[in-house]
């Protein structure tokens, strides 16, 4: 059981490019999550989704885009990347937010550089 | 919006010592809390999952406790070991709240 699979683990990009940082996971679990960790700052919620089709705004999201097209994926998209950006990326994953069957899963995190 | 304190921030202790990690919540309306550790420059371990018909857990040396009408959570570590040292969050689970919201973390130091 692979549980949350996040790639890359580490990434550089020039300011103004853009990538996607990739998570899946294979619990068939609807809630998805995606949180940014600086020093200092803790772990803050980016975007995140409660089933196929249905994404909403976390505490940051600017700069971010995301989709969920399958219950497996959920992909963040940067388009245009900024140094601000920096940061290690989590995704997360659980059965629900609601309910005793609630329990948090989380992928290795990537390293993202932008220079 | 649920916010959730942990305290003290940072925590340094002579190996062997038993200790207390604190998490407090502002909404104790809530389904579990989970405990993580995170080692640095790693991912997040889950340690222990409280549902709220719980009071507490237990994993060997760890006890986690929930109190839900005051708010607080609490990790408790027997004996601690430098295998110890690492931050440690914890993350309620609050009714019809989507946008979960993690602690600010202790970090732990266990002196050898």
């Known amino acids: 059981n692979a549980g949350v699979t996040q790639t890359p683990k580490f990434q550089v990009l020039k300011t103004g490019q853009s990538m996607t940082l990739q998570c899946a996971q294979d619990?068939?679990?609807?809630?998805m999550s995606w949180y940014r960790q600086d020093p200092g700052m803790g772990l803050r919620l980016i975007h995140y989704?409660?089933?196929?089709?249905?994404?909403d705004q976390g505490e940051v999201p600017n700069g971010y885009n995301v989709s969920r097209s399958t219950t497996e994926d959920f992909p963040l998209r940067l388009l245009s990347a900024a140094p601000s950006q920096t940061s290690v990326y989590f995704c997360?994953?659980?059965?629900?937010?609601?309910?005793?069957?609630?329990?948090?899963?989380f992928g290795q995190g990537t390293r993202l550089t932008v220079v | 919006k649920q916010e959730v304190t942990q305290i003290p921030a940072a925590l340094s202790v002579p190996e062997g010592e038993n200790l207390v990690l604190n998490c407090s919540f502002t909404?104790?309306?809530?389904?579990?809390l989970q405990w993580f550790r995170q080692d640095p420059g790693k991912g997040l371990t889950s340690l222990l999952l409280i549902q709220s018909s719980q009071r507490e857990q237990t994993s060997g040396r760890l006890n986690a406790s929930l109190d839900k009408s005051s708010g607080r959570s609490t990790l408790y570590i027997a004996a601690s070991q430098p295998g110890d040292s690492a931050t440690y969050l914890c993350?309620?689970?609050?009714?019809?709240?989507?946008?979960?919201?993690f602690g600010t973390g202790t970090r732990l130091t266990i002196i050898p």
């Open positions: 997360a994953s659980s059965y629900s937010t609601q309910g005793m069957n609630t329990e948090a899963f």
């Open positions: 619990m068939n679990h609807e809630y």
């Open positions: 909404d104790s309306a809530i389904y579990n």
């Open positions: 993350f309620p689970f609050d009714f019809g709240n989507e946008k979960l919201t």
């Open positions: 989704s409660v089933g196929a089709g249905i994404t």
